[in-house]
């Protein structure tokens, strides 16, 4: 089935630096990836939708100069934190579909534990 | 914009025994999916079960089956013969206008 890699799964920084996250689709061109950030004991909030060769559109409330979304290839998108605080700390999640379309499936990263000191 | 609700924050059930997790959604499109997830404590979103909103046939995965009601906007699991690897978070989710929101998560715990 469709696999699709995040990394790192875990990592820990210091308050100010910054972070970066990867999402690739091992097996598949995926033309729109998702980011979703989850808080302990909590649901899972979309942050931004990226699209291959295209500026990301991010939900109301994200700032996107904080949370920098690039998607540079079919196969690979990245998550930045930059200016990491300790309340950036939070398991973000990626997910990622083939194609446009109600019927395409999503596929889920394993999910990247951030946690800034 | 969708929203998605699910009233049981928690859940109990007795091994080998049914239970039902609710869930209710809101919005104006006529084309759409509804989906459960469940997340064990690794953190991974592992698909149980989609539903097509155009199918008025409930979906059946082995021992997981929902109730859809489309026009009462409701989507409910349920799970039978309750197994110990049951155990997780359990999220409905809606996916329409290209985004897939979630609801807020029923932890469903079964006693042995």
């Known amino acids: 089935g469709a696999v699709v890699s995040q990394h790192p799964s875990w990592v820990i920084c210091k308050s100010g630096t910054s972070v970066k996250i990867e999402c690739r689709s091992l097996?598949?061109?995926?033309?729109?990836m998702f980011w979703y950030r989850q808080f302990p004991k909590q649901s899972l909030m979309l942050m931004a939708t990226?699209?291959?060769?295209?500026?990301?559109?991010?939900e109301q409330g994200v700032e996107k100069d904080k949370f920098l979304i690039n998607h540079a290839s079919l196969t690979l998108s990245t998550l930045t934190v930059t200016s990491a605080h300790p309340e950036d700390s939070s398991f973000y999640i990626c997910?990622?579909?083939?194609?446009?379309?109600?019927?395409?499936?999503?596929?889920f990263g394993n999910g990247t534990r951030l946690t800034v000191t | 914009a969708q929203t998605v609700t699910q009233s049981q924050p928690e859940m109990s059930v007795q091994e080998a025994e049914t239970v039902t997790l609710s869930c209710t959604y809101d919005?104006?499109?006529?084309?759409?999916?509804l989906f459960w997830y469940k997340q064990p404590p690794s953190r991974q979103m592992i698909l149980v079960i989609r539903?097509?909103?155009?199918?008025?046939q409930n979906a059946t995965e082995n021992r997981f089956s929902v109730n859809f009601q489309k026009a009462a906007k409701s989507f409910s699991l349920k799970i039978s013969d309750s197994q110990l690897g049951d155990a997780a978070m359990y999220f409905c989710?809606?996916?329409?206008?290209?985004?897939?929101?979630f609801g807020t998560g029923t932890r469903l715990t079964i006693i042995p």
């Open positions: 997910s990622a579909r083939e194609d446009r379309g109600i019927n395409s499936p999503l596929h």
């Open positions: 989710a809606y996916f329409g206008n290209e985004k897939l929101t």
């Open positions: 990226s699209n291959e060769g295209s500026k990301a559109t991010y």
């Open positions: 539903q097509e909103a155009y199918k008025q």
């Open positions: 097996d598949f061109q995926a033309t729109t």
């Open positions: 919005t104006s499109e006529s084309d759409y999916y």
